[in-house]
């Protein structure tokens, strides 16, 4: 038992302290039965969705889809950093918007990171990238974040009427990360060398493999642009690259494509934080939000400030939920200024969201620097600036 202990790194630790904190109020009562199964019963459709999708991610990867679109990024800029620039932009915010926050994460991050390994790029610039469009650019689409997909039954909005709402607060979101992207880590001062070498495209390991990968992201973007179950598009789309990986290269199929670790987390969260929210949080919350600014002005932006401060202090999904409470039932305006506050705003410190903490796992590992204050500073003012200027656009929208 010692042995498995040790072998678990600290972010494992916390997730099973946390479900078994969570299991311990349910046994001893704190949290009755029916409110812990009522919880369980809201987030299942979500654990489907977070496990088929990052199976399905995994896969894509391991398909080299997006280490081709990687390279050809590359190509395309010719050694230019700002044409560069905007081609990472763009592609680490559609990854965002189609395929989760956490996907952006775990799996552009790696693949930016090897791309500046062989262009000669600054690897911070694009580390950088993935980490605040992950948290920046996942407003658009109940599938970006966590956060928008628990706010669904509570907004009753469809996919395209949530979308029709945020598509605005998006933009400015992701434009006013760009600014701070630029002037940060990207502008001459910065980066380093003027210009970058090229990388030479390869040939895929499997081009079978790789159309079927294709066919499978264009099919579960399909699948949501028709409004279909979030979580069937994504099982759809993960048991077509199962299959394909079953058919090509069976050695890609092993227990470690399963995200028990995401799952594990979320389980706790859903345990720890309802018990917290009967014993004093949610009168706090309640305090602090306030409701006398009503949906709009001061009160969208309290709530979004709210949201972004304790997602930084306690990470962004118990910010959520714990504030979600204190928000009155049908101020819609409200609530999505509560998801541009915890999405946008966490940003500022290394466990302010899972994203964030899974890439500060992968720049440890693959020996990147991140210097800590200079972190923490360019963080309150992307968060200080965009926060308020997305909410700006949401109560423009309204």
Same mark, same amino acid.
């Given at each position: 038992?010692?042995?498995?202990? !040790?072998? &678990?790194?600290?972010?494992?630790?916390?997730? /099973?302290?946390?479900?078994?904190?969570?299991?311990? *109020?349910?046994?001893?009562?704190?949290?009755?039965?029916?409110?812990?199964?009522?919880? $369980?019963?809201?987030?299942?459709?979500?654990?489907?969705?977070?496990? =088929?999708?990052?199976?399905?991610?995994?896969?894509?990867?391991?398909?080299?889809?997006?280490?081709?679109?990687?390279?050809?990024?590359?190509?395309?800029?010719?050694?230019?950093?700002?044409? %560069?620039?905007?081609?990472?932009? =763009?592609?680490?915010?559609?990854?965002? #918007?189609?395929?989760?926050?956490?996907?952006?994460?775990?799996?552009?991050?790696?693949?930016?990171?090897?791309?500046?390994?062989?262009?000669?790029?600054?690897?911070?610039?694009?580390?950088?990238?993935?980490?605040?469009?992950?948290?920046?650019?996942?407003? &658009? %689409?109940?599938?970006?974040? &966590?956060?928008?997909?628990?706010? $669904?039954?509570? %907004?009753?909005?469809?996919?395209?009427?949530?979308?029709?709402?945020?598509?605005?607060?998006?933009?400015?979101?992701?434009?006013?990360?760009?600014? /701070?992207?630029?002037?940060?880590?990207?502008?001459?001062?910065?980066?380093?060398?003027?210009?970058?070498?090229?990388?030479?495209?390869?040939?895929?390991?499997?081009?079978?493999? *790789?159309?079927?990968?294709?066919?499978?992201?264009?099919?579960?973007?399909? =699948?949501?642009?028709?409004?279909?179950?979030?979580? /069937?598009?994504?099982?759809?789309?993960?048991?077509?690259?199962?299959?394909?990986?079953?058919?090509?290269? !069976?050695?890609?199929?092993?227990?470690?494509? *399963?995200?028990?670790?995401?799952?594990? *987390?979320?389980?706790?969260?859903?345990?720890?934080?309802?018990?917290?929210?009967?014993?004093?949080?949610?009168? #706090? $919350?309640?305090?602090?939000?306030?409701?006398?600014?009503?949906?709009?002005?001061?009160?969208?932006? @309290? +709530?979004?400030?709210?949201?972004?401060?304790?997602?930084?202090?306690?990470?962004?999904?118990?910010?959520?939920?714990?504030?979600?409470?204190?928000?009155?039932?049908?101020?819609?305006?409200?609530?999505?200024?509560?998801?541009?506050?915890?999405?946008?705003?966490? +940003?500022?410190?290394?466990?302010?969201?899972?994203?964030?903490?899974?890439?500060?796992?992968?720049?440890? @590992?693959?020996?990147?620097?991140?210097?800590?204050?200079? /972190? +923490?500073?360019?963080?309150?003012?992307?968060? =200080?600036?965009?926060?308020?200027?997305?909410?700006?656009?949401? %109560?423009?929208?309204?």
């Amino acid at each position: 038992m010692s042995d498995v202990l !040790r072998r &678990l790194s600290v972010l494992d630790r916390i997730r /099973f302290g946390l479900l078994g904190l969570g299991l311990l *109020f349910v046994a001893t009562g704190l949290l009755p039965l029916q409110e812990a199964w009522s919880e $369980m019963e809201r987030i299942a459709p979500i654990l489907l969705f977070l496990a =088929a999708v990052i199976v399905l991610a995994d896969l894509v990867k391991e398909a080299q889809l997006f280490d081709v679109i990687a390279t050809r990024l590359a190509v395309v800029g010719r050694g230019n950093h700002v044409a %560069l620039f905007l081609l990472c932009t =763009a592609f680490a915010s559609l990854v965002t #918007v189609f395929l989760n926050l956490d996907t952006t994460v775990v799996l552009l991050t790696p693949v930016m990171l090897a791309l500046a390994a062989r262009t000669g790029i600054a690897a911070l610039p694009l580390a950088m990238t993935t980490l605040w469009l992950a948290n920046t650019a996942a407003l &658009l %689409l109940p599938v970006s974040n &966590l956060t928008n997909l628990l706010a $669904m039954e509570r %907004l009753g909005m469809s996919a395209r009427e949530f979308a029709g709402r945020l598509w605005l607060p998006q933009l400015v979101s992701i434009a006013v990360t760009m600014v /701070f992207l630029w002037l940060f880590f990207w502008r001459r001062g910065r980066r380093g060398a003027a210009r970058y070498e090229p990388p030479v495209p390869g040939p895929v390991a499997d081009p079978v493999l *790789f159309r079927i990968a294709v066919s499978a992201c264009v099919l579960f973007v399909a =699948a949501i642009l028709l409004e279909l179950p979030i979580q /069937f598009a994504a099982l759809g789309g993960a048991a077509l690259m199962i299959a394909a990986f079953a058919w090509r290269d !069976r050695s890609k199929l092993t227990l470690a494509l *399963f995200p028990w670790q995401l799952l594990v *987390f979320v389980v706790g969260l859903f345990l720890v934080v309802p018990t917290l929210s009967r014993y004093g949080l949610a009168s #706090v $919350m309640s305090s602090l939000v306030g409701t006398s600014g009503g949906p709009g002005g001061d009160g969208a932006y @309290r +709530v979004a400030a709210v949201g972004a401060v304790l997602s930084n202090l306690i990470n962004n999904l118990p910010a959520y939920t714990v504030v979600e409470h204190a928000i009155p039932q049908g101020s819609r305006d409200l609530l999505l200024a509560l998801l541009i506050g915890t999405n946008a705003g966490s +940003v500022i410190t290394p466990w302010a969201s899972l994203a964030t903490l899974l890439w500060f796992e992968w720049c440890r @590992r693959r020996g990147v620097r991140v210097p800590m204050l200079r /972190f +923490v500073l360019t963080g309150t003012v992307l968060v =200080a600036a965009g926060v308020t200027a997305t909410v700006t656009a949401l %109560l423009l929208t309204a």
